[in-house]
């Protein structure tokens, strides 16, 4: 009796969360239009990138190695797309509700919030993985990448964990739209374009200014995609990345119940101003 | 206990600089169980802040509210478990079919996809949405069809209260009376308290027990639609749900809605 009190609520609350996941699957089919649109977008960016490995050697004269800078800055911009796009279907699921007219009905649902946060976070990392490869997949086709020494499951390990981070960072950034209505989701592109800037995406944060650095360090993307690069371009295995993965994920647990936290701090300023309303 | 009720409530609001807008003053109300409750006031009257506050959606400024006991501020899931919502807009994912839309609600109250597939259609089909309508889009049905699924999704799992905030707003006179007929039956079969609000004098007349008169935030009336009528009434002339409003409020509603 006790373990069926028990096991009801968890079992509503799964069936939610996957409410929300297979919300977001058909959402994504039906803007299958919008979907072709930014993956074209996001493939043709990165081979612009990546063709910068290419032209840097030409542009050179030899003594720079074209094709692993092109692989050092496909890593960088495919592990960017992957963590972006967590954040951004994370972070602007509050807009993006607020936009479709669904937001108080979503959030007057007896589910808990944190089912929300999980259910939204399961399907962006699925979506993002799936695709991230579909771009590898298509990158693949026009460059020849040397990837004989890449050690692949430490690469897949590192996006995993990574992926940690990004979730929490995503709902942290989640509380900008709820609080801000009109401005919120500006707030967390301005957000993301920092992360970009300071996390090493396209070159050694040791370029950057010593205060930038500083700012680094505080970036996980920094982690994922130095642990990704030592795992593709170097080959370095689990023995050389177990302790910054576990700090990587601690940091990632950490961030998670920061940004739950905030945001259900956030959703109750909402409530008493009467922020929890539809756009238009 | 009382199904609903609400005592001293208030909120206000902050309009530009500093200027706060009352929206509730010390509204308090009770209904019964199975009751069919009306908040009858003209556009700005608080209606929609009242039902956003019992569907724990805002939080009030002073006093209390509770759903079948539960205080909506303090135990707001419970609260939540309890009740559902209609509101004027449909809200809706545009690009979702009416069955993906259901499918999506029955799974935040805990309904599993196998157990509401068959009920979902099956109620589409009874409120007159044919099955190839019922998988497209909700952007290519009418006001009155999305209506009508915004009600189905009510009723997937009827709650023990249903708030209604001007569901037949926008309507045409067939398919408000369908929405209508819908909210008795509801009533009748499955005793579920309803709390409605409108500005729709007619509507009020027609389907409430009680109704309460809500003006800039205050309830000034509250009772029988027939007994406000006798309560206002000075000559043998019939007395309409808009003579009571006027006198109850020195407005007239035709100015006010």
Request: aromatic share 10%; glycine share 10%.
């Amino acid at each position: 009796m006790r373990a069926e009190a028990f096991s009801r609520p968890i079992r509503r609350e799964l069936i939610a969360a996957w409410g929300f996941l297979a919300r977001n699957v058909h959402l994504t089919k039906r803007y299958w239009g919008w979907e072709l649109v930014w993956f074209a977008y996001s493939l043709t960016s990165s081979l612009a990138v990546a063709y910068i490995g290419l032209g840097t050697e030409r542009l050179a004269g030899g003594g720079v190695d074209g094709q692993a800078l092109t692989l050092y800055l496909l890593v960088g911009t495919l592990v960017w797309s992957y963590l972006s796009q967590i954040f951004y279907v994370i972070s602007e699921m509050v807009a993006w509700e607020r936009w479709e007219g669904t937001i108080e009905y979503t959030f007057m649902a007896p589910s808990s919030r944190l089912t929300h946060l999980v259910g939204t976070s399961l399907f962006a990392v699925i979506y993002g993985i799936g695709r991230t490869l579909l771009i590898l997949a298509a990158a693949a086709a026009f460059f020849r990448l040397p990837l004989a020494g890449a050690h692949l499951p430490a690469a897949g390990l590192w996006l995993l964990v990574g992926s940690v981070s990004f979730v929490g960072f995503g709902i942290l950034a989640g509380v900008m739209p709820l609080l801000f209505p009109e401005r919120g989701v500006q707030m967390t592109n301005v957000l993301a374009a920092l992360l970009l800037l300071i996390s090493g995406v396209y070159y050694p944060v040791e370029v950057l200014p010593g205060w930038m650095q500083l700012l680094a360090r505080g970036s996980p993307a920094t982690y994922v995609i130095q642990g990704m690069r030592g795992a593709i371009l170097a080959g370095e295995g689990l023995d050389q990345m177990a302790r910054p993965l576990a700090l990587l994920a601690l940091g990632g647990v950490g961030m998670i119940l920061v940004g739950t936290w905030a945001f259900s701090l956030a959703e109750r300023y909402a409530k008493r101003t009467g922020r929890l309303k539809r756009s238009g | 206990m009382y199904a609903l009720s609400a005592e001293s409530l208030e909120k206000r609001f902050r309009k530009g600089k500093g200027k706060l807008i009352w929206a509730l003053r010390k509204v308090s109300f009770s209904v019964a169980r199975g009751e069919i409750y009306g908040i009858l006031g003209p556009n700005g009257s608080g209606k929609s802040t009242l039902v956003r506050i019992l569907a724990t959606l805002l939080i009030p400024d002073g006093g209390r509210a509770w759903v079948l006991g539960y205080d909506v501020v303090r135990q707001p899931k419970q609260v939540r478990a309890l009740i559902h919502r209609v509101s004027t807009e449909a809200a809706f994912f545009k690009k979702l079919s009416p069955l993906e839309n259901l499918l999506y609600g029955a799974r935040l109250y805990g309904l599993s996809g196998r157990v509401v597939g068959r009920r979902a259609r099956g109620l589409l089909a009874e409120l007159g949405i044919p099955p190839d309508r019922q998988r497209r889009p909700m952007e290519q049905l009418s006001r009155g069809q999305q209506q009508k699924v915004a009600v189905a999704r009510a009723l997937l799992q009827p709650p023990p209260v249903l708030l209604l905030d001007e569901p037949t707003t926008g309507l045409d006179p067939r398919s408000k009376r369908e929405v209508q007929e819908l909210v008795l039956g509801l009533r009748r079969e499955k005793g579920t308290t309803i709390l409605l609000t409108t500005h729709d004098m007619e509507e009020a007349d027609r389907i409430c027990d009680r109704v309460g008169i809500l003006d800039e935030g205050r309830l000034v009336a509250e009772g029988a639609p027939w007994k406000l009528k006798q309560r206002v009434k000075t000559d043998g002339r019939p007395v309409s749900m808009e003579d009571v409003f006027f006198a109850l409020t020195g407005k007239e509603w035709e100015d006010e809605s």
